[in-house]
């Protein structure tokens, strides 16, 4: 059964940082693209970053250079980044992969 836990969520300052973390298991972690999506109130969820296995990756033109996707296969581990975090991040933080979906840990950048 796959499962993917995520955590390193918080109440952050405009300007902070956050790292989050997915935990993959019962899944062949490293053979598989991995994503990060959020989903603020009121809208649809969209990708944030994603990974392929052999490490290329991909970003939300609005993240562009503040957040970076990592992938740890050794240790079936997914990482985000975020640094310059603004308003406009607050939102439910997933990792996924096939159809799988974390639970989502949430990020709220407030003053």
């Known amino acids: 059964q796959v499962q993917l836990v995520e955590s390193g969520g918080g109440l952050v300052q405009p300007g902070g940082s956050l790292r989050l973390s997915c935990a993959a298991s019962g899944i062949i972690f490293n053979i598989y693209d991995m994503g990060w999506y959020r989903q603020a109130p009121g809208k649809q969820r969209e990708l944030v970053a994603g990974?392929?296995?052999?490490?290329?990756?991909n970003y939300a033109d609005s993240v562009k250079g503040r957040f970076t996707v990592s992938r740890d296969n050794g240790k079936n581990m997914v990482y985000l980044q975020m640094n310059m975090l603004k308003p406009e991040d607050t939102a439910v933080y997933y990792c996924?992969?096939?159809?799988?979906w974390g639970q989502g840990t949430q990020v709220t950048v407030s003053s």
């Open positions: 996924s992969v096939l159809s799988f």
């Open positions: 990974i392929s296995i052999g490490g290329t990756t």
